[in-house]
Nanobody, 124 residues
């Protein structure tokens, strides 16, 4: 059984950086893409970034483009989200997820398995 475990969240000040990790465990791990979403209190879950696992495709939400970078370590079955120039509006629980082949990775419906989330709080 595959599990996704996020880590790296925390409390930071505006302008700081933070790097999230999402490690996939399980012998049967196989995915077409990995994505990051976030959900702030009282708001819907929104797309942040996604990366193809077998093809060279990367996607970003406009709100994070130029500030966030997604990357992978295939040997560790891990996807990262490097976040820089953080803003208070980036405060949310961040989730990683496994995407199905051929899905529109901007939408949560394209993902089959989700992690438990990690809290990111940006506040002075």
């Amino acid at each position: 059984q595959v599990q996704l475990v996020e880590s790296g969240g925390g409390l930071v000040q505006p302008g700081d950086s933070l790097k999230l990790s999402c490690a996939a465990s399980g012998r049967s791990f196989s995915t077409a893409a990995m994505g990051w979403f976030r959900q702030a209190p009282g708001k819907e879950r929104e797309f942040v970034s996604a990366i193809g696992w077998t093809v060279d495709q990367i996607y970003y939400a406009d709100s994070v483009k130029g500030r966030f970078t997604i990357s992978t370590d295939y040997a560790k079955n891990t996807v990262y989200l490097q976040m820089t120039s953080l803003k208070p509006e980036d405060t949310a629980v961040y989730y990683c997820a496994m995407g199905r082949a051929g899905g529109n990775y901007y939408y949560a419906i394209a993902y089959d398995l989700w992690g438990q989330g990690t809290q990111v709080t940006v506040s002075s």
